[in-house]
């Protein structure tokens, strides 16, 4: 059964940060590009960043370029998402997820999913 799982959500103050972890079971993801969205009550489900199999190519939303750093390890089958600098405006529920090929913004393109994991910034 594939499987992701995010953890490392959390109530942080502004300015604060929190490193998010997805790990993936039932399969290798090592050749998989891997994903962090997030969704606020009302909004809809937006990718905030992305990252190739390799690592070497990564994607940042304008909103969190410069505070958030996504990684990979593939040994562990685990993708990473450091978010620093937080804000009030980056509460939402960030999910983790999974796709074959090249990098993707849209929700559709994505195959795996995790739950999710509530991330919130209190001002």
């Known amino acids: 059964q594939v499987q992701l799982v995010e953890s490392g959500g959390g109530l942080v103050q502004a300015g604060g940060s929190l490193r998010l972890s997805c790990a993936a079971s039932?399969?290798?993801?090592?050749?998989?590009?891997m994903g962090w969205f997030r969704q606020a009550p009302g909004r809809e489900r937006d990718l905030v960043a992305a990252i190739s199999w390799s690592g070497r190519n990564t994607y940042y939303a304008d909103s969190v370029k410069g505070r958030f750093t996504i990684s990979r390890d593939n040994a562990k089958n685990t993708v990473y998402l450091q978010m620093n600098s937080l804000k009030p405006e980056d509460t939402a529920v960030y999910y983790c997820a999974a796709k074959w090929g090249l990098l993707g913004k849209v929700m559709s393109e994505y195959d795996y999913w995790g739950q999710g994991t509530q991330v919130t910034v209190s001002s």
């Open positions: 039932g399969r290798t993801f090592s050749g998989d590009v």
